[in-house]
Structure formats: structure tokens, C-alpha cells
């Protein structure tokens, strides 16, 4: 039996192609919807679509970029919940185990 963690690995989860193929009816919900309580190890392999850290994966941007974790925390309030850094700051709080 194929399991998503096996399907993720294969394909690039920023495509929104493969999102769509893999989510059916649920294409028009946010990454947070349709990811969220997705395992961590799924989404260390995520990677950011937009902004400096554009093509890093969520796992290499935890690991070593602590000052944009730090800003990303601080500016909370101002995250639209239709991108992938609102899922990125919910990974770094189940990463930090909040």
C-alpha cells in the first residue's frame, strides 16, 4: 500500500498540480486546511514558494535560519492564512511543541 508520506516524497509538494490531484474536492481550502495535521516529517520536506527563503525546505529553514523564525513569531498577527508561511509558523510551533 502507497501512503502519502511515500507520494510526497516523490513529487514536489509546492506543485500546485499535485496538490490538486491529491486533495480533490479540497482545492480551494488554504495550506493550513489542507496540510495542517499533516506529520512532521511530511512537512520537513515542505518548501517555502515565495520570499528570501524561496526553494528551502521547512526543516532546513528551522534549523538555520533562527532570526527569520524570531521575526515570523513576532509579526504573527499579519500572516494571511492562504500562505505557506502561516503553515510554517504552525510547523515551528509543533516543532517547538506548543
Known amino acids: 500500500m502507497v501512503s502519502i508520506d511515500n507520494v510526497m516524497d516523490?513529487?514536489?509538494?509546492n506543485t500546485e498540480r499535485y496538490r490538486e490531484a491529491?486533495?480533490?474536492d479540497n482545492v480551494s481550502k488554504t495550506p493550513f486546511e489542507r496540510w495542517g495535521k499533516a506529520s512532521l516529517k511530511t512537512l520537513n520536506k515542505f518548501k517555502m514558494s515565495k520570499g528570501k527563503h524561496k526553494g528551502k525546505t521547512f526543516e532546513d529553514?528551522?534549523?538555520?535560519?533562527?532570526d527569520y523564525i524570531m521575526w515570523l513569531i513576532g509579526n504573527k498577527g499579519t500572516l494571511s492564512e492562504?500562505?505557506?508561511?502561516?503553515?510554517?509558523?504552525?510547523?515551528v510551533l509543533r516543532k517547538a511543541g506548543k
Open 22 to 24: 491529491l486533495c480533490g
Open 10 to 13: 516523490a513529487l514536489d509538494e
Open 61 to 66: 529553514i528551522y534549523n538555520n535560519e533562527p
Open 82 to 91: 492562504r500562505s505557506n508561511v502561516f503553515l510554517f509558523y504552525n510547523y
